[in-house]
């Protein structure tokens, strides 16, 4: 009987630290973007939070797997719609669970070690904001489930994210989580004055940035010249069109008859999506491209405006770089061949191109430790292989405008689309092929990201995607037109072309770089602890031992 009760009562700790791990993912996928109720995530981490004090307190408990589990139900229901694109996506929900994991039992073993109390649960923001960091910056780039992407759908409470980026959302999220969690640690240990302090603290934390914010939002108008842009959604699918070399001459023509009726004298640019232009393109060749020369005798119609739109481009590899990673040779010759993603400028005057620089991992990358993929891609097969990329952000300049065309993926790096900003881009468009997703969450997600970036950098954002949402974005962050999914449209819209540069557009992820910094003492501060325990222990050993022959 008693083994039967010990049995149970095992059982009930473990049931019970299960559900926080599950309660955990659950509330950070009801927060998520577009169809979540984003201030849950103030009480996301809660439950982990206390599930990992009650641990660090002595009960048993693998807090690395229940971690794992929290992470794991997050990115997969957040996320799932990645595996109608690709099944690499297995491993993207897999890897980043496991990495968010890593950082919060790196945590649980600093608090353990340095300081086993509610304030140690601070350490969390540092590690976790260099993780976030980390997540625009190493070969497993995946930034999309970074804790301050949750508020591109209450734009009126992060204007200040012009200031922060979205850095400063992540940092509010983590310190409101964690307030939360010490107040319902000191209110179990009737700690009285802590307890009112950090409900103070917690109230000015929540709702201040909320006010400063709305006031903002209120007063804000948008700034710089009056410019009209057209945006093209030609709806092509890219599943079976993409492929279908005898739709690529029709593909450009539904462009141009979707926005031809409106162009007018003053539309200074036509926008279409990523991948638009389907003919590869050599760029040492651009007056062979069909598809160029469609454009071009466009634009001749209307000299007055130019044509934004995505391809596929190719140039030879330079004598001497054939061994550079990205480099593709050309079964049965020595020649060598890079492949890039392009957007492409087109006027009157001639062509400007610019190549994606933030490559899908696995879609358009492969990491050089995996060489024997060199020629493939994990998914899809459309470019096969890494693409070359341009080794800095590179503006594009028409009629008194420099414009950042980011494209696809590339919209969901804040410090990145900023830089276009610093080298005097007025305008930001995103050209992007959505339709790999279908009718998913993915697409509005990603759509999600240009009003952040709008806020950020105090840009208009006009955004073609291929199908799935396009439309325009004030410096605000708010939408002013959208398309439908799957039908093919164009929309006209009048921008402000602002020239200001931005605290965060000059600055960048400096919360972020802090957090490296603070992440660096704080791993020196717990191998410091560990070495003068271990130091102790071994001192403390031979006496013990001595006691014990006697």
């Not at 005898?246 to 031809?260: E, G, W, Y």
Request: aromatic share 14%; proline share 4%; net charge positive.
């Amino acid at each position: 009987m008693a083994k039967k009760k010990h049995n149970n009562s095992a059982r009930g700790p473990k049931a019970y630290n299960i559900f926080l791990a599950v309660l955990t993912g659950g509330l950070l996928t009801a927060a998520w973007p577009i169809w979540g109720i984003a201030p849950l995530v103030f009480i996301g981490l809660v439950p982990l939070l206390l599930l990992e004090d009650r641990i660090a307190q002595g009960e048993k408990g693998k807090l690395f797997w229940l971690a794992f589990l929290a992470f794991l139900v997050w990115n997969v229901a957040s996320t799932w719609w990645v595996w109608n694109a690709t099944p690499a996506a297995i491993a993207a929900w897999v890897l980043n669970a496991l990495f968010m994991a890593i950082v919060f039992n790196v945590f649980h073993l600093t608090k353990k070690k340095v300081c086993n109390n509610p304030w140690g649960n601070f350490f969390l923001v540092p590690y976790w904001m260099a993780f976030e960091l980390l997540t625009y910056w190493w070969a497993a780039k995946w930034p999309w489930l970074n804790l301050g992407n949750v508020f591109s759908d209450c734009v009126s409470w992060v204007q200040w994210y012009e200031a922060t980026g979205v850095a400063g959302g992540t940092l509010w999220v983590l310190a409101v989580n964690i307030l939360i969690t010490n107040i319902i640690l000191l209110f179990k240990s009737k700690a009285t004055k802590p307890l009112l302090i950090n409900i103070g603290v917690e109230v000015a934390i929540l709702l201040l940035p909320i006010l400063i914010s709305t006031s903002v939002y209120k007063h804000y108008e948008d700034q710089g010249e009056e410019t009209e842009v057209v945006v093209v959604q030609q709806n092509c699918d890219p599943w079976n069109e993409q492929f279908d070399s005898r739709s690529h001459d029709q593909v450009i023509q539904n462009n141009i008859n979707l926005s031809r009726p409106l162009v007018t004298p003053k539309t200074r640019f036509i926008v279409s999506s990523e991948s638009a232009i389907q003919e590869g393109i050599w760029l040492d060749e651009t007056d062979k491209a069909r598809a160029l020369k469609q454009l071009r005798d466009y634009i001749q119609e209307h000299p007055q405006a130019a044509f934004v739109i995505g391809g596929t481009t190719y140039e030879w590899v330079p004598k001497g770089m054939e061994s550079d990673f990205p480099a593709r040779h050309i079964e049965g010759s020595n020649r060598y061949y890079y492949c890039h993603n392009s957007a492409l400028l087109i006027d009157s005057d001639g062509l400007q191109h610019r190549n994606k620089s933030q490559l899908t991992p696995g879609v358009e990358a492969i990491p050089e430790w995996m060489g024997f993929l060199k020629n493939y891609s994990i998914t899809m097969g459309i470019a096969r292989g890494t693409l070359k990329t341009d080794p800095e952000s590179k503006v594009m300049a028409f009629g008194g405008h420099k414009v950042a065309a980011a494209i696809c993926y590339e919209s969901a790096f804040g410090e990145y689309v900023s830089t276009f900003c610093k080298k005097g881009a007025d305008l930001i468009f995103v050209i992007t092929n959505d339709g790999w997703w279908g009718d998913t969450p993915g697409y509005k997600q990603h759509f999600e990201f240009s009003k952040l970036r709008a806020i950020e950098n105090r840009r208009c954002v006009a955004r073609s995607a291929n199908t799935g949402r396009s439309g325009f974005i004030n410096q605000r962050g708010d939408v002013l037109q959208q398309t439908r999914y799957w039908e093919p449209d164009a929309i006209r819209e009048t921008l402000k072309a602002n020239t200001k540069i931005t605290f965060y557009a000059k600055h960048g992820d400096y919360l972020s770089r802090i957090a490296v910094y603070l992440t660096f003492v704080l791993l020196f501060s717990l191998m410091a602890k560990a070495t003068l325990d271990f130091t102790k222990a071994k001192k403390n050993t031979p006496k013990k031992t001595q006691k014990r022959k006697k």
